[in-house]
């Protein structure tokens, strides 16, 4: 049997993220930890906190949530972005993402409130 007649494990076609925010969640955490960051036992670690917590969905659907959130704690501890200012982004990207037109791209300089 050649390579390309060998059988794929049921559902290896299907997408690995749900949303494009996911893999995008994913690639910064690598490309951070390729820049020198944080170790991966530092993000493992963070990453274990967030996924046990009591809130945490049992068929996993909020993975990459919780994968935010200690990205989020993360950034914070090594004094790259305090909570504020990552709220204050989000914030912004969400402003800047209902102002903008269905079908075009999302830019922050859309974001209305911009230069409060």
Known sequence: MSRHEA????GF????????????????????HGK?????SEWADALS?????PDVASDGH???E??????EKL????GVAGKREVDELAAAWERAAHA?????PILLENDPGAGR
């Open 62 to 64: 909020d993975y990459y």
């Open 100 to 104: 903008t037109p269905h079908g075009k």
């Open 7 to 10: 059988k794929l494990p049921a």
């Open 49 to 53: 906190v967030e996924v046990k917590k």
């Open 13 to 32: 076609d299907e997408p690995v993220f749900a949303e494009p925010w996911q893999a995008e969640a994913f690639a910064l955490t690598v490309a951070l």
């Open 36 to 40: 020198g960051l944080f170790s991966w």
């Open 75 to 78: 950034l914070s501890r090594k």
């Open 66 to 71: 919780h994968w935010l959130a200690a990205l």
